[in-house]
């Protein structure tokens, strides 16, 4: 790959078509005093009423080579606790959609410094144990639950890894034991299968669906319904139709935020960059097209959104 071109095409904020009042008619605005803060890739901060969860955050964002033509499958992982807890908080829960370093890099140190519980896939629970997490402090969850933490909802879903061009899912593997010794190299670390989330932030809303690769189990997530959706943009266009059928089994959410497209080894202090591998302007068309009344919030990494999407203040 190519490094990515500089951002600067797709505005941070799409204002909606006028169909967008009669679904916000429709829907309600979402309540609560939640605020979200984009970490990158697919990573995301949700602060609600005092509490904290994190969503996939990786925030090192370190070198392979990805994006510069010359990847390299034994790069070293390292977490960076500067840049961790400038940007963490204090989390209460942490998820994990799936093992990928650009996924769970961050997490050990997150886990082992905040006492946060970690929840994700069998394969992200014997990796962390294998970095010297706790196990006690993780919860390892299929798809399919609903867990109530003190009045802020989880709901988890089953999903699926996006594919590259020729069909096939980048890094597969699972684990089913903790591996001999604590990962060293990104290649170290397998997909392990792939879940989503929706998290209602505190009393009241509102719920956001969060997706950590392009692809998902149809069947899964119908019936979901959320306010906001953090939607993964395709490499690719493997996955039939993945963007009109995702909206409709979504019920075509009032808020569409893509994620995943920007270039994740450049530092959250830099302005967002492209992935030149993601067609974010067709990816945002499709969905203009497909849900017209769904507003398009196209995130960067120094603005705090509202319970709404729209943005309250740059981050501290």
Excluded at 179 to 188: E, G, N, Y
Excluded at 292 to 316: C, E, F, H, L, Q
Aim: include cysteine; aromatic fraction near 8%; charged fraction near 20%.
């Amino acid at each position: 790959m190519l490094r990515g071109a500089t951002f600067g095409a797709a505005a941070p904020f799409l204002p909606s078509p006028a169909p967008a009042a009669a679904a916000a008619t429709r829907r309600g605005s979402p309540a609560g005093s939640a605020s979200f803060r984009w970490l990158g890739t697919s990573g995301w901060r949700i602060d609600a009423e005092g509490r904290t969860v994190l969503f996939d955050p990786y925030v090192t964002r370190f070198k392979t080579g990805l994006f510069d033509g010359g990847f390299e499958p034994g790069t070293k992982l390292r977490s960076d606790p500067e840049r961790v807890r400038k940007h963490i908080g204090r989390p209460e829960i942490v998820l994990v959609s799936h093992s990928h370093w650009d996924h769970i890099a961050d997490v050990p140190h997150i886990a082992m410094t905040t006492g946060a519980r970690v929840l994700g896939t069998e394969t992200t629970f014997h990796l962390l144990v294998a970095f010297g997490v706790d196990p006690g402090q993780i919860s390892v969850v299929k798809g399919g639950e609903v867990l109530d933490f003190d009045g802020l909802t989880v709901e988890v879903v089953s999903s699926l890894h996006s594919r590259n061009k020729r069909h096939t899912y980048f890094a597969p593997g699972t684990l089913n034991a903790p591996p001999s010794a604590a990962p060293r190299t990104i290649s170290d670390l397998p997909e392990g299968d792939t879940l989503a989330f929706q998290v209602t932030a505190g009393n009241g809303g509102p719920s956001a669906f969060l997706m950590g690769a392009s692809d998902f189990c149809e069947r899964a997530v119908q019936g979901l319904s959320p306010d906001l959706a953090m939607i993964a943009v395709p490499s690719s266009a493997s996955t039939s139709r993945y963007v009109p059928r995702l909206l409709r089994a979504l019920g075509r959410p009032g808020v569409v935020v893509p994620v995943h497209w920007d270039n994740f080894e450049e530092p959250l202090s830099e302005p967002p960059r492209r992935d030149p591998a993601m067609d974010l302007d067709a990816f945002v068309a499709l969905v203009q097209q497909e849900s017209p009344a769904s507003r398009i919030v196209v995130p960067d990494y120094r603005t705090t959104y509202g319970a709404d999407m729209r943005p309250k203040s740059p981050a501290p």
